[in-house]
């Protein structure tokens, strides 16, 4: 499976951004579908992740300003970034997992060996 990210761009402290997480290859709809992001100098970490029931699991610092969804038809998942903060800026990325548990086991996605391109978020004045 490939996955490919998009939406990422500038904006200001306070503005919104909606990436796109698309999937292709060996996809199993059954899949839970996480997002990563990772800043210049830190360690990847989890951000948010949607079961195939459409369970959602957000990491604390994203709560009540991200939302993750996924297009179950199209195989998209995509994560709404609103009130964002200069500390979101990071590349995000998408990677897939059996479950949510699974899921948070492994907060830093270690466990993988291939990761997207990623999308730059960059939020400044």
């Known amino acids: 499976v490939q996955f490919v990210e998009s939406g990422g761009g500038f904006v200001q402290p306070g503005g919104s951004l909606k990436l796109s997480c698309s999937a292709s290859g060996s996809f199993d709809s059954d899949w839970t579908i996480g997002w990563y992001r990772q800043a210049p100098g830190k360690q990847r970490e989890w951000v948010a992740a949607?079961?195939?029931?459409?369970?959602?699991v957000y990491t604390n610092s994203v709560k009540g300003r991200f939302t993750i969804s996924r297009d179950h038809i199209n195989n998209v998942v995509y994560l709404q970034l609103d009130r964002l903060k200069p500390e979101d800026t990071a590349a995000y990325y998408c990677?897939?997992?059996?479950?949510?548990?699974?899921?948070?086991?492994?907060?830093?996605?270690?466990?993988?060996?291939?990761w997207g391109q990623g999308t730059q978020v960059t939020v400044a004045s």
């Open positions: 990677n897939w997992e059996y479950s949510i548990a699974t899921f948070l086991l492994d907060p830093h996605g270690v466990r993988y060996d291939h």
């Open positions: 949607v079961a195939n029931d459409d369970t959602t």
